[in-house]
């Protein structure tokens, strides 16, 4: 096994012990739930690392001097006034008269969380006599997506290996503990364990050749609150049995997996449910058979639906065999028009899986018009945490701020259809909704490759328990648990807080995207993909740059967004200036609202950008000493290597503009 850290639990010791602290010596916990004792532990874990004190779960007849877990009740209601816990969510408070701190919830579960958040507290602010935490997770559903392969390798994965797989095998160890202790810390309930392109050996998952290896999995989630899921091949009867089709109104096919299912529910009667990425990028689907993705979805959810089991079908369908020539096929309408028409006829146990932006996770996209198009089906909103375009763990790049634009974002389905109303179940009252993330995680000794990508994964579970926190209080949280030193978290904080407007200044300009090099999508390549089956990107000739999205000369896409966003997107003039290469062919001696043309704009950001990674470094180079020598090392090589990266870029890209354009940078840098 492959040595780990802890990640934000890493708990640095306290110099000062506070009185209160120094006068528990239980903790008490009526529940013995696998989950309660999981608690009970967090709290001994926390209270030893923190402060250098032991305690012992005592009974519940002491009455002071304990921290203590329980199922919330009238007396605690006196404590929390108007508000009441639901299973997830807690309530925490200290009672000065006997020194005890309360942590109270609907359900174990809920206590867990509270624990950690009870920790977290302390750390971060320490603890006032009149402490009174009150909490429910906003999003219900909050998952966490692994593209981890049977073979142990990690698709889009920057940070070592799986630590799941291991040349074909189950691997089940301390590390899984420790990972699901991470990811109950901030809130996750549901993981996926393997990628969505499931091959043919990934759709043995869910027979008996695996199955009892997932269940012990599945079972050290669920002492932590985490559901497990599995990503399925949805031509999984063809691969495993001698039907020849795969065909959704097939009888066979739905007796087989009738079969399948109850025998997963037989082993593990927790299991939540399939995640399936069908008639994408290859993989099979319903088209074959000339049936839609409802008829698909809903299969598998009639069959998973009498073991309460979900199906998240994704809706990243779309032709990845364009004709370059061919300028009215456009790959950002493709998920709109493939699922639009199909709102309100999914089952209720279906729900539709988006990508925050109608392309692939680029470093500036617009909002997919799919969240403002479908009003009678349960949605869950895809992020990735893994930066397979935003710097793959070698360039920082903080993307909450990134998140929080997209969940704040305003579809106006109606006057309050934000993408975090949505998510969230409160715009359309459905309960079955949420947002997932690609993870990044690896069995790196950091577990996400750079220590700084931390931020994205813990920001991200922060975001999905509560999407009303700024990137800010985030960043500041995520640096104050991780490191003790307060220079070290001033200047963590300042070095993560602009990294994404940084990333973008030095990539691709104004909402183009792409420019990176095929298949592996690190570093730049301006023409990478642009005369290219899986579509084409920015369109740059001499006189401009950009991609006409309109319906009066172009693909028609603005028309996929409610108004005002249509009109909006539409003109040029009121087209948010950061997307303007998205949406329109643009010359390049257009004033922009800075005053600079175009042009300039591309140069100076680019020259930018170099030099903020410098001052970056400055920053990093100030903390020599005060964090562990190990880890100053890796970071300060990363960062080096995103000098580099990021030098490059701007190189390549100035070079590439001022040779298409002819003209020359008004500031005379040297563009080669
Ligand atoms: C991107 C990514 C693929 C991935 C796909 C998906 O295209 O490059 O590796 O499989 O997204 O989300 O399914």
Redesign the pocket.
């Known amino acids: 096994m492959n040595e780990f850290e802890k990640c934000w639990l890493n708990y640095n010791r306290a110099d000062i012990v506070p009185e209160y602290i120094k006068q528990i010596d239980t903790v008490i916990c009526e529940s013995n739930s696998h989950i309660a004792e999981n608690a009970v532990n967090e709290v001994c874990i926390a209270m030893k690392d923190i402060y250098g004190i032991e305690i012992n779960r005592a009974s519940s007849d002491k009455t002071n001097g304990s921290i203590i877990l329980k199922i919330f009740d009238e007396n605690d209601q006196k404590y929390a006034g108007t508000f009441t816990p639901d299973k997830e969510g807690y309530v925490i408070y200290f009672v000065k008269e006997n020194n005890n701190i309360i942590v109270a919830s609907a359900s174990d579960a809920g206590v867990l969380y509270g624990v950690f958040r009870l920790f977290r507290e302390l750390i971060i602010h320490g603890m006032s006599e009149d402490m009174l935490i009150c909490e429910n997770p906003q999003i219900p559903f909050r998952m966490i997506n692994h ?1 981890d392969n049977m073979a142990g390798d990690i ?2 994965g920057y940070s070592g290996n799986s630590f799941f797989y291991d040349d074909y095998k189950i691997i089940i160890d301390d590390r899984t503990k420790m990972y699901a202790r991470l990811m109950s810390s901030v809130g996750i309930n549901a993981i996926t364990i393997n ?3 499931v091959h043919k050996i990934e759709t043995e998952l869910i027979t008996d050749t695996y199955l009892s290896e997932v269940k012990q999995i599945s079972d050290i989630f669920n002492s932590y609150g985490i559901k497990l899921y599995l990503s399925i091949n949805f031509a999984a009867p063809m691969e495993l049995s001698d039907i020849d089709n795969c065909d959704p109104l097939n009888e066979d096919v739905v007796a087989w997996w009738e079969k399948a299912t109850a025998h997963i529910y037989e082993i593990i009667p927790n299991f939540g449910g399939f995640l399936v ?1 069908a008639d ?2 290859g ?1 099979p689907g319903p088209f074959t058979y000339g049936r839609t993705h409802a008829e698909g979805a809903n299969m598998l959810a009639r069959v998973i639906k009498p073991y309460g089991g979900i199906v998240v079908w ?1 809706c ?1 369908v779309y032709n990845c065999r364009q004709d370059w020539r061919d300028r009215k096929t456009d790959r950002a309408r493709a998920g709109y028009d493939n699922f639009a028409g199909l709102d309100g006829q999914f089952e209720d146990n279906v729900i539709l899986q988006i ?1 925050n932006g109608p392309m ?2 680029q470093i500036r996209e617009p909002v997919s018009p799919l969240f403002g198009g479908l009003k009678a089906t349960n949605i869950f909103l ?1 992020f ?1 945490i893994a930066q ?2 935003t710097g793959q763990q070698i360039d920082i790049c903080y993307l909450v701020p990134m998140w929080k634009e997209v969940l704040d974002f305003n579809t106006y389905a109606t006057e309050t259809a934000t993408v975090k109303n949505i998510v969230s179940g409160k715009e359309y009252g459905n309960a079955v909704c949420g947002i997932a993330g ?1 993870t990044n995680t690896g069995n790196d000794s950091n577990w996400t490759g750079h220590d700084f990508s931390a931020a994205n994964l813990y920001g991200f579970a922060r975001l999905c328990f509560n999407p009303e926190l700024s990137s800010e209080e985030i960043a500041k949280e995520w640096a104050a648990i991780t490191y003790k030193d307060d220079l070290v978290r001033k200047n963590v904080y300042e070095i993560i807080i602009d990294s994404r407007s940084t990333y973008e200044k030095y990539t691709s300009p104004l909402g183009i995207g792409w420019m990176v090099n095929p298949n592996s ?1 690190y570093g730049p390549f301006v023409d990478g993909y642009e005369y290219d089956r899986w579509g084409t990107y920015h369109r740059a000739d001499r006189n401009g740059i950009g991609q006409d999205r309109t319906v009066k000369y172009g693909t028609g896409y603005t028309a996929q967004y409610n108004e005002p966003w249509a009109t909006r997107y539409e003109n040029v003039e009121t087209t948010p200036e950061e997307l303007l290469l998205f949406f329109h062919y643009t010359k390049y001696d257009y004033v922009l609202s800075t005053g600079k043309t175009l042009i300039q704009h591309i140069y100076d950001t680019h020259f930018e950008g170099v030099d903020e990674i410098n001052v970056m470094i400055d920053k990093w180079k100030e903390v020599k000493g005060l964090v562990d020598d190990k880890i100053y090392e890796r970071v300060y090589e990363r960062m080096n290597r995103q000098l580099y990266n990021a030098t490059e870029w701007c190189d390549r890209v100035n070079t590439y503009f001022y040779r298409m354009s002819g003209i020359s940078d008004e500031k005379g840098r040297t563009i080669y």
Do not use: A, G
């Open positions: 593209w698709e889009r990628n969505v392109n990425k994408s990028e993989r994704r990243f990508k692939d996770f895809e990735q397979e375009y690609v999508h």
